[in-house]
């Protein structure tokens, strides 16, 4: 087996379609009923977008005579609050495994990693060889997330907008009169439950979001975005994104209600004002929720979302990785 640190503009076309084929034969296996596997174009778009702070990633690839049999990535940040950590993700072909690939893989990412001490895996799906592996090597639950999704058939009628509060509605750039507004209701989510994740998805500046959405329209994406005021003080807001080659797909980014303004059903409000926004192509929007976080999943099943299932993300010290 032979192993190749490389940046993904450097991958040649037909060793990014065996990635791709490596992601697809490795869904279908671990998760036949659960994930829909974007088209090879929105793979490669995503893989190409920052996410969150972190920069786009290298890779490392495993080859068994010359076949990618399995892949490795390392995403890392400039931004101080995510200094310490790296995120990381592995793929091994299911009839590959068992032979040490992952582990292999993980040792060669480990120079990647440029002193960050501790290594975050966004993903671990329950009851899949990849949990039991990354417990063998150290990882830890940080953080369990329910995976939710809503047909937009089923979708309900908006609530009322509360006495005293407007709503503003948006797609594409955040508009220059309500970057401020925007800014300082993701930095509300300060106290929402985040439980032992190593990555600061806090923090945000116009500059953070204004690189962000670029990136992502950039890629060929989509937003929208439902802002609540009270007067001129942001009440709470909800964020959905498409992702080139999903049309029919959307996905719910953030949504928060300011503390000053809970207790008033405004979570509800905003959600159901943006299911109205949605192109008719959109036929079923996604999201995921922190399992703990009762609150919001109630809300997310009154608009007629379900559960479809659970998965984790996991962090390690590098220096407790047992390789």
């Not at 908006?158 to 209701?185: I, K, M, N, Q, S």
């Not at 949605?278 to 703990?292: A, D, F, G, Y």
């Amino acid at each position: 087996m032979d192993l190749e640190a490389v940046e993904f503009e450097r991958i040649p076309e037909d060793d990014r379609r065996a990635l791709y084929a490596v992601r697809v034969e490795c869904t279908a296996h671990d998760w036949p009923e659960k994930v829909a596997v974007e088209p090879y174009e929105g793979w490669v778009a995503a893989v190409q977008m920052s996410m969150l702070s972190f920069a786009p990633p290298h890779f490392v690839l495993a080859r068994d005579n010359g076949r990618v049999v399995g892949s490795a990535t390392v995403r890392l940040s400039d931004q101080p609050e995510n200094a310490h950590v790296a995120i990381y993700g592995s793929s091994v072909r299911p009839g590959h495994r068992r032979q040490g690939i992952g582990t292999a893989l993980l040792r060669a990412a480990l120079p990647l990693l440029r002193g960050r001490t501790v290594i975050e895996t966004r993903r671990v799906d329950h009851g899949t060889g990849g949990e039991h592996f990354a417990a063998k090597l150290g990882f830890r639950t940080s953080i369990t997330w329910t995976v939710q999704r809503l047909a937009c058939a089923d979708r309900p009628r908006p609530d009322e907008v509360p006495a005293g509060y407007r709503l503003v509605t948006w797609t594409g750039p955040v508009p220059d009169e309500f970057l401020g507004h925007y800014v300082e209701g993701l930095n509300a989510m300060v106290d929402a439950p985040s439980d032992d994740l190593a990555v600061d998805t806090l923090n945000r500046t116009p500059q953070s979001v204004r690189l962000e959405e670029a990136d992502h329209l950039g890629s060929g994406g989509d937003l929208w975005v439902v802002l609540a005021l009270h007067g001129d003080e942001v009440a709470g807001l909800t964020e959905l994104r498409r992702f080139r080659g999903e049309p029919d797909t959307a996905f719910q980014w953030d949504t928060v209600v300011t503390r000053a303004h809970r207790g008033r059903g405004l979570g509800r409000v905003v959600k159901t004002h943006m299911l109205q926004q949605l192109p008719p192509e959109v036929v079923r929007v996604e999201t995921q929720t922190n399992s703990t976080n009762e609150h919001m999943r109630r809300v997310n099943h009154s608009l007629g979302y379900v559960d479809v299932y659970t998965y984790s993300s996991i962090n390690a010290r590098v220096a407790d990785l047992r390789l």
